[in-house]
């Protein structure tokens, strides 16, 4: 199956920037799809980010006009731009590929890279 590995998460100030990272890999996996969500404590899994294998973008609402997803489609690579972040944004972020692996779907869940905005 497909692994996904995110990176670049941290303690950044209200106002700051961060950029995400999320690289998948597996044997014959080729990418269809990959989302960034969110989740703070006690709060519900939710939708950043997603960008399709055709190039299409979509963004929830919090993150419109603030946050930019882009793909590097030829290393399975989804890069996610956080400008102006807010204490609102502190959460553990994960990502989200699908795709195909060999001749059979496949998906899978990274296990989150933490982003702290201090006020």
């Known amino acids: 199956q497909v692994r996904v590995a995110e990176s670049g998460g941290g303690l950044v100030q209200a106002g700051g920037s961060l950029r995400l990272s999320c690289v998948a890999s597996?044997?014959?996996?080729?990418?269809?799809?990959m989302e960034w969500y969110r989740q703070a404590p006690g709060k519900e899994r939710e939708m950043v980010a997603f960008?399709?294998?055709?190039?299409?973008?979509n963004y929830g609402d919090s993150a419109k006009g603030r946050f930019t997803i882009s793909r590097d489609k030829d290393q399975n690579t989804v890069y996610l731009q956080m400008n102006s972040l807010k204490t609102e944004d502190t959460a553990v972020y994960y990502c989200?590929?699908?795709?195909?692996?060999?001749?059979?779907?496949?998906?899978?869940w990274g296990q989150g890279t933490q982003v702290s905005v201090s006020s």
């Open positions: 960008i399709t294998a055709g190039g299409r973008t």
């Open positions: 597996g044997s014959s996996f080729r990418l269809n799809l």
């Open positions: 989200y590929a699908e795709g195909t692996c060999s001749h059979f779907g496949c998906s899978t």
